[in-house]
């Protein structure tokens, strides 16, 4: 006689009544896994998951796969199609790098997600009792190919979707590593986040629940919840990577630790921080493996939370979830992100990843929903989401630098609801390139324009040198790799290299002007003209032009474009402006005073006070020295009219006294100027005795002034002697040098008679 299970579940002994196998109170708790009582309704009475696997699958099959996606079991606002789903996603921090072979960035983003919707199917399933255990994978079986295809197969039999990125590298399909499968026929939404409901949509406008809606709260107090959640998170995890650091530090010692904790640098820390979230993230994902089911790992959590916070669940509310499925796990994109580097290193980009869920209808792709389960804050955002090299920093605040948005659909112009881009706005740390690459390139620029201060005379060739040195320099620095790949554009750096190169190719012309000027014996021209613009071209045009390149790549045009063109411009204008007036200045002033030396003589007390003016306005450069050059420019226009062979005479005696130097300074002057104008004097007298009748005597005067005038009168007078010693010895010597003038004359005109 047969006995129908008695102790078994109410669902056992009804299922016994209608089965043609029912589970019989003999096989009850018999310790064998009896194939009747190996059933949902019978709760897998003694058997083993692997024995409730293998019947379990069978029967799944011949009821039909659930491999479809479920209708929603809520009046949601989405398409039908798409079943609401909870997604919250943890990222790693990203690893940016150039690929060769395909000449791109390419993001690598190792991504921990939780997918959870609701499927009412799963409960009348022959395995839902077994559905962790079946649908779930280790990375042992993920590094395995036996065991991926076993749970690709039981995958096949229901709708399980996968995360996937759009614009991945090609050739490259992302796996999921591991994942946990969990079914709960009464839980909580993950992050207390539900569908957009139709009444969750009126509570939030409203600001009050709807009667009997658990997920309707106002908008004031979803937003405190969600942030008493974040700041829960982020506290606990800020002593969790505190633990991790201080076991990081233990291979130091006390001592090393905390000198290291002083002096260690910024990059040092923010690595330090980065491998310490990364370690936590690892401990976080052992301990949910650990747990067998989503509902355990909540709980967990809860406890975790409130033990480091100490204020229990106060703040935070729970929002049911019938029928729900999560799907949580590891996956790893490689997606190409298609950077331009246009201002670079002043470059700012845009990390995108956008993940792609088919069949799903990802409500929590808004603000920053989705990363709610990251507690990320303003303080642990760009340790957590960003490269540890210290390369990138966000743009902006964490609301700005973090976005998630539905993409636009091209065609049907709508929300593509099955697609979540995540937007990481980041700028490059340009201090470290700036200073390793940029400040050398101006010290290099600097130092060639220093040649323009050496002298425009004998130093000419140097000075062309030093500014071809600093050309090739540059032009060195402009086929320097970047590891940005290869660019078929012109970037910040090569703009700023070829405004460097300008400069230095502007002062090399502005050299060669000045050659051809001195060249043509233009004095006057090429000390003003190199006067000013050894210092306009260093000090107004290097200078305007740099700033303007530093605004271009801060994307500053206006005050960009002021520096570039208002620098060239004001330089070229104001270069003009002095040259023409320092030039005409100069040709005022020397007018001046030789206009002074033609009326005022020796024995006047100005006469000092004239030669220091004579000699300043001829001395433009500023050397103070004139060379045989300025002292001919000055006796010409002072004797102007004069012949040549007077003017000669006087620069042989100036000669005498400027040495091999062929350069007089301003205590060698007034002798050279005396000298000068006795020589001069002398060749007038000499040349009116070859008029006729005896040659007159030859007496040496002292003053110029005066032996001008006793020519023009025809008297001669002798000179007393002088008082002074050194004033005899010039005139003993002044008029023996006219004597062997003489004699030279005389004997040149013997052969004639």
């Not at 589970?23 to 709760?43: F, I």
């Not at 008029?735 to 004639?752: A, D, L, M, T, V």
């Amino acid at each position: 006689m047969r006995i129908f299970c008695v102790d078994c579940p109410e669902e056992c002994k009804t299922n016994a009544q209608t089965s043609s196998t029912p589970c019989l109170q003999s096989m009850w708790n018999d310790g064998v896994c009896d194939v009747e009582c190996n059933n949902l309704a019978c709760g897998h009475n003694d058997c083993t998951t692997a024995q409730v696997i293998d019947k379990c699958v069978a029967e799944q099959d011949l009821a039909g796969d659930l491999a479809d996606p479920p209708g929603s079991s809520i009046d949601s606002l989405a398409a039908a199609a798409l079943v609401p789903m909870n997604l919250q996603v943890d990222f790693a921090a990203a690893r940016l790098e150039i690929r060769p072979e395909i000449n791109e960035m390419v993001l690598t983003q190792e991504v921990e997600f939780s997918l959870q919707w609701q499927d009412s199917r799963l409960r009348g399933s022959p395995c839902a009792a077994v559905l962790s255990s079946l649908l779930s994978l280790s990375p042992e079986e993920a590094n395995s190919d036996i065991g991926r295809n076993m749970r690709t197969a039981y995958w096949d039999r229901f709708w399980i979707p996968n995360p996937d990125a759009l614009d991945p590298i090609p050739s490259y399909y992302a796996w999921v590593e591991e994942g946990a499968f969990s079914y709960e026929e009464s839980g909580s939404w993950t992050e207390g986040l539900a569908p957009d409901d139709a009444s969750r949509r009126r509570s939030l406008a409203g600001g009050e629940g709807a009667d009997g809606d658990s997920s309707g709260i106002g908008i004031a107090a979803e937003k405190a919840a969600k942030a008493e959640r974040v700041r829960r998170r982020a506290a606990a995890e800020a002593r969790q990577v505190a633990r991790v650091e201080a076991s990081l530090g233990d291979r130091r010692t006390r001592a090393e630790s905390a000198k290291w904790r002083e002096g260690a640098s910024a990059a040092s820390k923010a690595w330090t921080r980065s491998e310490a979230h990364r370690l936590a993230r690892l401990a976080r994902r052992k301990a949910r493996a650990k747990h067998g089911s989503a509902a355990e790992w909540r709980a967990a959590e809860r406890r975790r939370l409130s033990e480091e916070e100490g204020d229990g669940d106060a703040a935070v509310t729970e929002v049911s979830c019938a029928d729900c499925v999560t799907w949580a796990g590891v996956i790893e994109f490689q997606i190409i992100e298609g950077f331009r580097y246009d201002d670079f290193p002043f470059d700012k980009q845009v990390v995108q990843t956008s993940v792609h869920v088919k069949g799903a209808d990802l409500f929590t792709c808004r603000e920053q929903d989705a990363f709610l389960a990251m507690g990320l804050t303003s303080e642990n955002a760009e340790s957590k989401l960003l490269p540890a090299t210290g390369t990138w920093l966000l743009d902006g605040s964490l609301a700005d630098a973090l976005t998630l948005e539905h993409p636009i659909d091209s065609v049907s112009g709508e929300e593509d609801r099955e697609t979540c881009t995540v937007k990481i706005h980041i700028r490059r740390n340009w201090n470290v390139f700036f200073t390793k690459q940029i400040c050398t390139m101006l010290l290099v620029t600097a130092g060639g324009l220093m040649a323009l201060l050496m002298h425009h005379g004998e130093l000419i060739g140097d000075r062309c040198a030093q500014l071809l040195v600093a050309v090739l320099i540059i032009i060195t620095a402009l086929q320097i790799d970047l590891g940005l790949g290869n660019l078929s554009y012109l970037i910040w750096v090569d703009f700023f290299n070829l405004m460097q190169l300008l400069v230095l190719l502007t002062a090399l012309m502005q050299t060669m002007v000045i050659h051809r000027l001195a060249y043509r014996k233009q004095t006057v021209t090429v000390i003003v003209f190199d006067r000013v613009f050894r210092f306009l071209i260093p000090c107004c045009l290097y200078p305007s032009l740099v700033l303007g390149m530093f605004f271009l790549g801060n994307k500053d045009l206006g005050l960009a474009y002021f520096f570039l063109i208002g620098g060239s411009l004001g330089t070229a204008v104001l270069g003009a402006y002095l040259v023409h007036r320092l030039y005409f200045r100069a040709i005022h002033n020397r007018e001046k005073a030789i206009e002074t030396a033609r009326t005022i003589s020796a024995d006047d007390p100005g006469y000092d006070k004239m030669l220091d003016a004579l000699f300043h306005n001829y001395d433009l450069d500023g050397g103070g020295e004139l060379d045989n050059h300025e002292m001919r420019v000055l006796l010409e226009s002072l004797f102007k009219g004069e012949p040549r062979a007077a003017i000669s005479a006087a620069m042989q005696e100036v000669a005498k006294i400027s040495g091999s130097d062929e350069e007089v300074d301003e205590h060698a002057f007034r002798d050279a100027f005396d000298a000068a104008i006795a020589a001069v004097s002398e060749y007038k007298l000499e040349h009116a005795a070859d008029g006729g009748g005896p040659p007159k005597p030859k007496i040496s005067y002292a003053s110029s002034v005066d032996r001008i005038h006793a020519f023009d009168a025809g008297l001669l007078k002798t000179h007393q002697a002088k008082s002074s010693e050194n004033e005899i010895a010039v005139a003993v010597e002044m008029s023996s040098s006219f004597n062997r003038r003489h004699k030279i004359k005389q004997e040149q005109q013997e052969p004639r008679e």
